[in-house]
């Protein structure tokens, strides 16, 4: 989900790039099948998967719905505000200066409410991608809740800023990763939080004690 979210951002912000090329989704494949290893093996180490008699009460199909609905509409107001308040006071420069970011502002106005669709959509599948996730934490539902959140952040965020890239300068990849934080962070954080229905994890079941006669 996270390489499909960045290809689909890819091709609307930066539309010069040659996104039709296999090599491209398969480097994003390849990091976030690392990410996902290694978001698994901390899962592991610090006990946050569910056991048997531990899984967390959570929502039917009405929440996956609900927080679809949710983060669409979460992350539509996030961007927007986050990237007219970045844009304004810290990223004005290079989207006016380097080419291939000026031709995407372009790109995205010529789009109108298409955009609005598209960014509607993003959320909606990022906040469904954690859904799994929250279901088989088996930690309270303010700590599913950063962690979700915190996970969506690392995938939309801080993990493609790290891959080299030759048209976006370090420094705005530096504060793309804080921006995204702002736009994604809420959304998974609101995941979490709509789909638990209890605010701690179910407990797990206790040994019947043997009846005795006399």
Known sequence: MAVF???LEGRVYLPLADWNQSTVLLEHILLYSVFALVIAG????FGLVAETGKI?????ADGIVLVMLAGGVLYLICHWAFTALFYRYFTHNYYSTILELKVGVEATQRLGWRLA???FGRGALMALAVVPAVALM??????AAIIAGSV???AGGLGPQIVP?????????WIQTWQTLLQNFPVGFVTAWIMRKTAEPAA???PQAASTTA
């Open 5 to 7: 979210v960045t290809w």
């Open 152 to 154: 969506l952040w690392i």
């Open 42 to 45: 901390l899962a592991e180490l």
């Open 138 to 143: 088996r930690v309270d539902r303010v700590k």
């Open 165 to 173: 890239n030759t048209i976006i300068p370090q420094h705005l990849r």
């Open 56 to 60: 967390p009460a959570s929502r039917d």
């Open 204 to 206: 797990e079941p206790q």
């Open 117 to 119: 669709v598209i960014e």
